[in-house]
C-alpha cells in the first residue's frame, strides 16, 4: 500500500522558533497533499492544501504566514511553524490520496510539536 | 469546518461482542470513510462508501450510510482486544483527493479483554 512518512515525529522548542515538519509519499507521486492538526483527545482540523507546483489554499481561520507550506517535489511537502507559541502545540499530520483510489487517503505517522 | 458527529463518544465493550458507532454530517457529500486512529499515532484508513452506495462489508466491518439522513454506521463484530483505538468519520465533498477530509469528533472504543 501507498505510504507516506513523516520527519521529525516529535519535536520540542522554545516559543519564537520555527519549526519545520517534512511530509514524504515513499512509494507514489502526490501533487496534492493536505496537513491537519489535532488537540489532545480531539479531532482532526484540516488546516491546509498543498499543491505541488502552486500555492497552498488553507483552511478559514488558519494564518498562511504562521503556518507556510511548501510543496518541493511531487513526493514531498514541508509545514514551517513560524514564531512557535505554546498553543501552536499539537499533534500535525499529514495525508496524500493514494494511487489506486485518489478518495483515499494516506496519512503520515504524524509530529507531536511541543512548544515550551 | 468540523461537521462529523459521532456517537458515542467513548464506548467500552467485553471482546467478542459487537460495537456499533454513528455519525452524522450536514453537506452534501461525495463519499465517507471510516478511520482507526490508535493513541497518539496516524490514521488508518478502514473503509470507503460512496453516496450512491448503502452497505458496504469489509472482514469484521460494515458500513452503513444513509444519505437521506445524512448518517452512517459502522459496526464491527467479534471484537479484540486489538480493536481499542479511536474510530473517526471522515467525508469528502468531491471525488479524486482534490478536497481535505472534514472529520467527525471521533468514538475511544475500548475493547475489555
Known amino acids: 500500500g501507498a505510504v507516506v512518512s513523516q520527519h521529525p515525529s516529535w519535536v520540542i522548542c522554545k516559543s519564537g522558533t520555527s519549526v519545520k515538519i517534512e511530509c514524504r509519499s515513499l512509494?507514489?507521486?502526490?501533487?496534492?497533499m493536505f496537513w491537519y492538526r489535532q488537540f489532545p483527545k480531539q479531532s482532526l482540523m484540516l488546516m491546509a492544501t498543498?499543491?505541488?507546483?502552486?500555492?497552498?489554499?488553507?483552511e478559514q481561520g488558519v494564518e498562511k504566514d504562521k503556518f507556510l507550506i511548501n510543496h518541493a517535489s511531487l513526493t514531498l511537502s514541508t509545514l514551517t511553524v513560524t514564531s512557535a507559541h505554546p498553543e501552536d502545540s499539537s499533534f500535525y499530520i499529514c495525508?496524500?490520496?493514494?494511487?489506486?483510489?485518489?478518495?483515499?487517503?494516506?496519512f503520515g505517522p504524524g509530529t507531536r510539536l511541543t512548544v515550551l | 469546518s468540523q461537521q462529523g458527529e459521532e456517537d458515542p463518544q467513548a464506548l467500552s465493550i467485553q471482546e467478542g461482542e459487537n460495537a456499533t458507532m454513528n455519525c452524522s454530517y450536514k453537506?452534501?457529500?461525495?463519499?465517507l470513510q471510516w478511520y482507526r486512529q490508535n493513541s497518539g499515532r496516524g490514521l488508518v484508513h478502514l473503509i470507503l462508501?460512496?453516496?450512491?452506495?448503502r452497505e458496504k462489508h469489509s472482514g469484521r466491518l460494515r458500513v452503513t450510510l444513509d444519505t437521506s439522513k445524512k448518517s452512517s454506521s459502522l459496526l464491527i463484530t467479534a471484537s479484540r482486544a486489538a480493536d481499542t483505538a479511536s474510530y473517526f468519520c471522515?467525508?469528502?465533498?468531491?471525488?479524486?483527493?482534490?478536497?481535505?477530509?472534514?472529520f467527525g469528533k471521533g468514538t475511544h472504543l475500548i475493547i475489555q479483554p
Open positions: 495525508s496524500a490520496p493514494g494511487r489506486g483510489s485518489l478518495d483515499t487517503q494516506y
Open positions: 512509494d507514489f507521486q502526490a501533487t496534492t
Open positions: 498543498s499543491n505541488e507546483g502552486s500555492k497552498a489554499t488553507y
Open positions: 453537506t452534501s457529500i461525495n463519499n
Open positions: 462508501i460512496r453516496s450512491n452506495e
Open positions: 471522515a467525508t469528502g465533498l468531491s471525488g479524486g483527493g482534490a478536497d481535505g477530509l472534514t
